[in-house]
Nanobody
Framework: VQLQASGGGLVQPGGSLRLSCAASGITFINYAIGWFRQAPGKEREGVLCISSSGGSTYYTDSMKGRFTISRDNAKNTVYLQMNGLKPEDTAVYYC???????????????WGQGTQVTVSS
């Protein structure tokens, strides 16, 4: 399994970014894909997850109304659209996969390499 996260960068507060997670080596339609993030000195935390059937799960309320997740099964890719970015969203963002359903961070068993998101003026 290979997961390739991309799309990170430097953005001003209030700005937007779209992260992509491209998967290979799996039957993509059977897998849930989760986005997680880790800021310096902090534990990895869940952001959003999309199940194999397309249902989304927010891990914390702070992302609701700002972040959305979608998947394109034809491209084996999941997207994380992030709007209204705040400095506290600065972190390395990782995507990960597991069979069918979304779950907690410890239940994901294939991880991508991460992409840096920095929100700063």
């Amino acid at each position: 399994v290979q997961l390739q996260a991309s799309g990170g960068g430097l953005v001003q507060p209030g700005g937007s970014l779209r992260l992509s997670c491209a998967a290979s080596g799996i039957t993509f339609i059977n897998y849930a894909i989760g986005w997680f993030r880790q800021a310096p000195g902090k534990e990895r935390e869940g952001v959003l997850c999309i199940s194999s059937s397309g249902g989304s799960t927010y891990y914390t309320d702070s992302m609701k109304g700002r972040f959305t997740i979608s998947r394109d099964n034809a491209k084996n890719t999941v997207y994380l659209q992030m709007n209204g970015l705040k400095p506290e969203d600065t972190a390395v963002y990782y995507c990960a996969s597991r069979w069918r359903l979304c779950s907690g961070v410890s239940d994901f068993y294939s991880w991508g390499q991460g992409t840096q998101v920095t929100v700063s003026s």
